[in-house]
């Protein structure tokens, strides 16, 4: 288990991937209605990435996936490959973005709303996005990844939710998935220490039915074994010395 403490100049590159991660989720944001398929947003989010952004869209060809994003509807948890299948009044859509700028990895993703959902996909949604940041709070130099473990474990749960097993937050930099593992369940005061220049993501995956999850035939598209909706956000995250930025904030939106 190596994990690697960015350098001054990494970080400065973390924090362009990351803004520009985050770019890509507010310019999509006005296509994200009803009657859009999840392939036309992929289509859009790619040319954004490599046209205007003049970055590499990290999804693609990455270990076999065949788009640019991924598009996760409903009880889809994560991974969900866009098709021609479009989204629908009331539905709830992660799309996760990542992309490579310089070499480094920004990654990030939010939920949509299509039209008015009901309240479980509301709530599902907002209990995600609070879990993600109460992970996020715990982050400082000197404490244990299990603090961000726990503090989202048992906020879910107090919602009688579950907090999915089987993915998990990551270090990133140059490599997408690096060390170290960022676990949404735990004990406080466990795990790893974190450390200033630290960078990682965290992800919450969290169900409103139970935690279980199934992988479709396509080898990607993760769903809830129940079909209960599930929802995430994400942040890429830096350990400061006094306890952390956001390096994928979006310009005049919620965290
Ligand atoms: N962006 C996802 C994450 O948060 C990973 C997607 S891998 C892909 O880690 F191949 F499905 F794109
Ligand atoms: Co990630
Ligand atoms: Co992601």
């Known amino acids: 288990m190596s994990i690697n403490i960015k350098t001054p100049e990494e ?10 991660a985050a770019d890509v989720l507010h310019m999509i944001k006005p296509y994200v209605q009803p009657g859009i398929t999840t392939n036309e947003l992929d289509q859009i ?86 879990c993600l940041l109460l992970g ?30 089987e993915y998990c937050g990551h270090g990133i930099g140059r490599v997408f998935h690096e060390d170290p593992q960022v676990l949404h369940y735990g004990k406080a005061n466990t795990g790893i220490v974190m450390e200033t220049g630290m960078i990682f993501t965290i992800e919450p995956m969290i169900n409103a039915g139970k935690r279980h999850v199934k992988l479709l035939n396509d080898q990607w598209t993760v769903v809830t074994k129940d079909h209960s909706l599930s929802a995430q956000w994400e942040h890429t995250i830096l350990v400061t010395d006094t306890g952390y930025e956001v390096l994928t904030l979006r310009p005049g939106d919620e965290i």
């Open 11 to 20: 970080i400065e590159k973390m924090r362009i991937a990351g803004r520009l």
């Open 45 to 130: 989010c790619h040319d954004y990435i490599v046209n205007e952004q003049q970055a590499i869209p990290a999804p693609l060809n990455y270990r076999g996936f065949p788009k640019s994003i991924c598009t996760s509807i409903n009880h889809q948890v994560c991974h969900g490959i866009p098709s021609d299948k479009a989204l629908k009044k009331g539905d709830i859509v992660n799309i996760d973005i990542t992309v490579i700028k310089d070499e480094f990895h920004g990654d990030t993703s939010k939920m949509f709303y299509l039209g008015d959902p009901g309240i479980k996909a509301r709530r599902i949604s907002e209990i995600a996005h609070e």
């Open 136 to 165: 996020i709070e715990q982050v400082k130099p000197g404490g244990h990844m299990g603090d961000i473990g726990q503090a989202i474990q048992t906020h879910a749960e107090s919602k009688n939710c579950s907090v999915v097993r």
